[in-house]
């Protein structure tokens, strides 16, 4: 749609993108993990960048933590009159890098290749906090001429990717300063390059470790193989019944679910997923439902010893860590426990097992329905140029929705972002398209301009 209003906005973003840009970059340059093992100082630095963009706005700005938490930044500016307010949810915490000679450029160092900028945080989820102060910007926040019509809280969290251990807390505690009637986050993705989407499902998550213990140490791998089995051939078997033959997770009790009727075609799927040649897929159903509306189990990791340094000795205890994702519907307390259950009773050869719960995260379902979910849809279908969005699940979690959801039960949650299939998100090489994240950026903008007005645009 074309209207004064909507080229004023165009006009607007267009013209803020540089500076949008230069921030970002700034802001990917700061590696702050929230992760126990990493150095706690580039994390406060990043809050405190991110609360000096978000005091440039005109917003009243704290940083808030719950004990030794993450620092998160709450920014906040009232509403006009008889006008709605907006949370706009974002993370400035990013994963780890991984293997760094992984990376064809420094993770920290951001660069542009392809109309796309490669750096950690890029897309998950700095390029979301950017997409919310672009669409600030193009109203003009924090100058003379300050055209904002709504209310705004923004909130900066500063854990997501560590699992949000303080998150509850800190929502709680902050219950009135957060209260809004329609609530963006921004720490998802888009259908495809071209097509946007409002993200409605999102799988949970149960982490958790797994170990088991048939030595008291180890024992001679000649003189005891053989009738004494090891830790590492029982570990094994044990993962392997977590799968049928087909690869359908074999735990009993699980919910699965069916997803929307959107085609996700099979090639399209192997290759965004970097799927080698003549390597099957796991699981029945359709893509859809397989990724979005039923469970996963992966192993993510081992400890057991390293190959390089194995002596000719039956290996007396190994671990595992186990993720398993939940279908909408699903609780994490009952699926953790259909999980150890599991466990226990297919654990081979008598093994002792212990298993411990890491981190969990609740699914969720959004009923995309009402004024501020036309509102989304119109303003992203204009960001487009005139492509409808599409309703898409997730298979990633984002737990603190369904806190959201049961702490504010009268908000709109809108799940939007800045990803795409070729993000790579948490992976090496994580990039963001330059060109997808300025219709993300002018989105919001008509966004917040939608929900004020009450006439879609
Ligand atoms: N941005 C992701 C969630 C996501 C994943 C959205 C895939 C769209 C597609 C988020 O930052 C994330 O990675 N969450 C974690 C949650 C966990 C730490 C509790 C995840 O899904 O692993
Ligand atoms: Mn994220």
């Known amino acids: 749609m074309t209207t004064p209003a909507v080229d004023q906005l165009r006009a607007a973003i267009e013209r803020e ?5 230069a921030d970002l970059e700034r ?42 938490g993450a620092p998160a930044v709450i920014g906040r500016r009232p509403a006009p009159p008889g006008a709605p307010t907006v949370l706009l949810y974002a993370h400035h915490d990013v994963q780890p890098t991984g293997d760094p000679s992984l990376w064809a450029s420094d993770p920290f160092e951001p660069v542009e290749r392809d109309g796309r900028l490669y750096g950690r945080g890029s897309a998950d989820d700095k390029a979301g906090i950017m997409a919310h102060i672009a669409a600030l910007r193009a109203f003009g926040c924090g100058t003379a001429d300050d055209r904002l019509p709504v209310g705004i809280v923004l909130f900066i969290e500063g854990e997501e990717e560590f699992g949000s251990p303080t998150l509850s807390e800190l929502l709680a505690e902050n219950r009135d300063d957060l209260a809004s009637d329609v609530i963006v986050i921004a720490d998802s993705g ?16 149960v982490n958790c470790f797994v170990t088991v213990q048939v030595l008291e140490s180890a024992a001679h791998s000649g003189m005891f193989g053989g009738a004494v089995p090891d830790a590492l051939t029982a570990l094994c078997r044990l993962l392997a019944t977590l799968h049928d033959a087909d690869g359908e997770v074999a735990v009993e ?6 997803a929307a009727p959107l085609d996700y075609p099979v090639e399209r799927f192997r290759s965004e997923a970097g799927l080698l040649d003549g390597v099957e897929l796991i699981g029945t159903g ?39 994702r939940i279908a909408p519907g699903d609780d994490p307390a009952s699926a953790y426990q259909m999980l150890v259950t599991h466990l226990e009773k297919h654990v081979p050869w008598g093994a002792q097992i212990t298993v411990r719960l890491e981190a969990n995260g609740n699914p ?44 504010f039960p009268q908000a709109s949650i809108l799940v939007t972002g ?21 219709r993300v950026c002018l989105a919001e903008a008509l966004l917040l301009r939608n929900i004020a007005t009450g006439e879609p645009a």
């Open 17 to 21: 993108l540089p500076g949008v840009r």
């Open 27 to 68: 802001l990917v340059r700061i590696p702050g993990i929230a992760f126990d093992d990493f150095d706690a100082a580039p994390l406060e630095r990043s809050a405190h960048a991110v609360a000096d963009l978000i005091r440039d706005l005109g917003l009243d700005v704290r940083i808030s933590r719950i004990g030794e």
């Open 253 to 258: 009790g699980l919910v699965r679910g069916e």
């Open 190 to 205: 888009n259908w495809d390059i071209g097509v946007p989407a409002l993200t409605t499902s999102l799988r949970g998550i």
């Open 418 to 438: 800045v990803e795409d299939p070729h993000t790579k998100a948490h992976g090496a090489n994580e990039s963001l398209h330059l060109g997808e994240f300025a």
């Open 286 to 324: 359709r893509i859809v439902d397989r990724i979005w509306t039923k469970p996963s189990i992966s192993v993510l990791g081992i400890d057991a010893p390293p190959t390089s340094e194995a002596p000719n000795a039956l290996v007396a205890g190994a671990r595992a860590k186990i993720s398993m």
């Open 364 to 407: 969720c379902v959004i009923d995309a329905t009402g004024r501020y979910f036309d509102a989304a849809r119109a303003a992203f279908k204009t960001a487009w140029d005139g492509t409808d969005p599409v309703e898409i699940g997730v298979g990633g979690s984002i737990p603190f929705i369904a806190t959201f959801q049961s702490l």
